[in-house]
């Protein structure tokens, strides 16, 4: 068999299945790595609408605050993207300079409510051990498998089922995390984490400061809170679906797989395009998850590159709305199920 012949095959194989010969990572280099002038373009187009946006809600307040209440919104949105800018840095995608991406997403970390180091340690957990069955409770959603739950205290089951209450989840726990949790420093995490934590809480008491002194403590309260209430609950629920679906991956440690992570537990959550934009292309999360160095300006064109990302679990709007079903993995049927099947089951 000649050279070429040899090629062809390897070619032949990888276009069947490109995900098992590692062909993606191939595709995805042009990718990796920021743009300067695209990151400072979304820096300042998110940057600049958003205190814009602000100071407009100000303003509104003096005429209908159901007004207010409406540009909370797409203020709310603007955080979000500003968020996802904070995330890149964490992952070094967004600028060249780790120092320089370091220095913004600490800055930022004041503005989103989140302290960069220590979360940047505990996301890069979650991307190491994201699917597996042994590694979980850092950065994660706490998931429970039916065999747990069922051999658990009741006190345990009754602290789950509060846990994945909608309103437990998507509105309480995202305030405690944004208001509360965020604020704490982690005691096993180095000194230098720990002080950043400490340095984003006074630069967090400073801008409130700033704020409550330019337009008083009640407006500021009206104005901020609709607005963190939206951003942080939207955060999550991010977060939520792009790792919580039906037929989701989940191995032990032996069979876990970096790629079919990416794939199979990593949903593309597909947007109206105002959506995406809004939420820094977040959606295409198996992309994200293949390759962290892919700045989100860059996650949708690399998904439309090649056939074999768009055959990754796509989950629409409709169909997410279903997903606040499933709350326990199930081994014996390798998919998540509802506290109502686990019912009928143990009946």
Known sequence: MNTHETKLEKTQAEAQDPLKKGFWQDVIKEFQGSHIRRSLFQLINTFVPYILLWALM????????????????????????????????GHGAFFK???????????????????????????AVHHACAGNLEKRGVGDIWTMTVR???????????????????????????????????????????????????????????VIGLMTWLVGFKAFIMIQLPILIVYSTCGVWLFYIQHQFEDMYWENSKSWDYTAV??????????????????????????????????????????????????????????????????????????????????????
């Open 97 to 123: 300079s780790q120092k320089v991406s370091d220095y913004l997403g600490s800055f930022l970390g004041m503005l989103v409510m989140t302290p960069y180091l220590q979360w940047r340690h505990e996301h």
């Open 148 to 206: 747990e739950y069922t051999d658990a205290s009741r006190w345990m089951r009754f602290k789950y089922r509060v846990y994945r209450n909608p309103v437990m989840l998507f509105l309480v726990l995202p305030l405690m995390l944004a208001l509360v949790i965020h604020r704490i420093p982690v005691k096993k995490f180095s000194r230098h984490i720990r002080k950043n934590v400490h340095v984003t809480n006074i630069g967090i008491l400073c």
């Open 58 to 89: 100000v303003q509104t307040l003096k005429i209908s605050y159901v007004l207010t209440l409406l540009i909370a919104l797409p203020t709310a949105g603007l955080l979000i993207r500003l968020f996802i800018i904070f995330h890149d840095c």
């Open 262 to 347: 990416a794939f199979e537990g990593s949903s593309f959550y597909r947007l109206p395009k105002i959506l995406h934009w809004f939420t820094g292309n977040i959606g295409f999360h198996h992309v994200h998850h293949l390759s962290p160095k892919i700045p989100n300006y860059l996650l949708n064109k690399c998904h439309e590159s090649h056939a074999m990302f768009q055959d990754a679990r796509s989950i629409g709007l409709r169909e997410s709305l279903k997903s606040l079903r499933w709350r326990l993995w199930d081994e014996n049927q390798r998919k998540m199920v509802s506290f109502r099947f686990l019912k009928k089951a143990l009946a």
